[in-house]
């Protein structure tokens, strides 16, 4: 059984069984069947898919938001949110598709040469509980664009998305077999990965799930993306706008209850400002309303389960033991619920769990740096590159400082990371290979095929 529990009460939502061998075969060769028509659909005939999905996800917004916010937790409004840029993420690739995925003429000495881009199969998306629609729909609709077919195995934590994610695409009118979600247990990915059917796996979640999802494609020999974890250094330089950087990143931290793999994870503060940087981000989270994320006044909702809070806990207590000073929380409050304080940690030191692990929860970690060279050092003193963020009022120096030294996917400027369907997303070192969005995303998974006519 997959169990959906609501994390503000710790009451059961709904058990859902989990679907036996036959049934996941059965999925997988509906899914092929699927791919041999849905590969010869014209490309604008595809992108028409796609704007119904659009059509459908903001048409049912209020219902799958309040899915996802009961499910993990997020707030109705973050949740209602993310199925807001799933629609436009599937209005972007139908708009954008066609072109992406137009032959590339090459010039040589032959009568034509061009490269084409054939689709390939079955992707199969391993997913996170922590965006639950976002993150799916991030691998599912430049897939079918593509000409490939998606099967899901989401979070064991939130089985209600993955089956609203399936009857969306559904009502969209897609053909049966195009999107699949499958409710199996993280033991049973081999059975599909090692499927001869399947092509490619992309997995978004945690860096040990992706050494082990990597392990396995390799035994099998199957392409991957991995989106796996980060811990991104926000880094404040002695000239930043201290007001701005302060709003920016508590506001980073505290989305989604801290649980993004984006997040300003380690805030690596000039020493000049650091005393500002403390009171500044400790002022913002006091104010936040902790609470049931249905009620419209709660700015902050429970994390998604209690063994990720017991977790996070654990984190902190052990920082604190090592010399980390606790500004602000650091207690877990009494009553029912996946609950966890805004906590502020402060001289966090070198080699301790807030300093080296990613801490996936509602906690600043406040790092002070002497310049910019220390700053830059502790930045890329990791083993995650995910994103990263620089501060600083010139805008020179800050574009040289993400662009050259911070060893990330993406790092910008003066404001928050976030995922944005024009540019790639993804990471290097720890965080995994391969980029997600964009027309980098939507080749991953296809056919870079050479042509020449004589
Ligand atoms: P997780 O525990 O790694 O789970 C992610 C998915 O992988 C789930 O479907 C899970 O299934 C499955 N899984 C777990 N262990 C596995 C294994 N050994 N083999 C195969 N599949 C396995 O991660 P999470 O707690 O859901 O999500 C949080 C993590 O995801 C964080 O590290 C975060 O940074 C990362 N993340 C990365 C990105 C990105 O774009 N880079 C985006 C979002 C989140 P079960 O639920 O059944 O265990």
Known sequence: M??????????VIQTYPIHTQAQVQQAIDRAHECFLKWKKIPLAKRSDHLRKVAQVLLAKKAEYGRIISEEMGKTLKEAIAEVEKCA??????ADNGENFLADDIIATE??????????LGIV??????NFPFWQVLRFALPTLMAGNVGLLKHASNTP????????AFREAGLPDGAFQALLIPASRVEEVISNPKVIAVTLTGSTPAGKSIASLSGKYLKKTVL????SDAHVVLADADIEHAIKTIAASRMLNCGQSCISAKRLIVAESLKKRFENGIVEIFSKQKLGNPLEEAT???????ADLRDELHDQVQRSIKAGGRCLLGGKIPKGKGAFYPLTVLTDVKKGTPAYTEEIFGP?????????????????NDSVYGLGGAVYTKDIARGEKIARERIESGCCFVNMMVRSDQRLPFGGIKESGYGRELSAYGIHEFINIKSIIVA
């Open 2 to 11: 997959q169990t959906s529990i609501n994390p503000a009460t710790g009451a």
């Open 88 to 93: 436009s993420c599937a209005n972007y690739f």
């Open 110 to 119: 032959y009568r034509k040469s061009y490269v084409t881009f054939q689709p």
């Open 124 to 129: 199969f998306g391993v997913m996170p509980w």
């Open 160 to 167: 209600g998305c993955a089956l609203a994610i399936e009857s």
């Open 227 to 230: 989106e796996l974890g980060g």
């Open 299 to 305: 700015t902050v909702g429970p994390m998604a389960r």
């Open 363 to 379: 906690v600043a970690v406040i790092i002070s740096a002497k310049d910019e060279e220390e700053a830059i050092a502790i930045a």
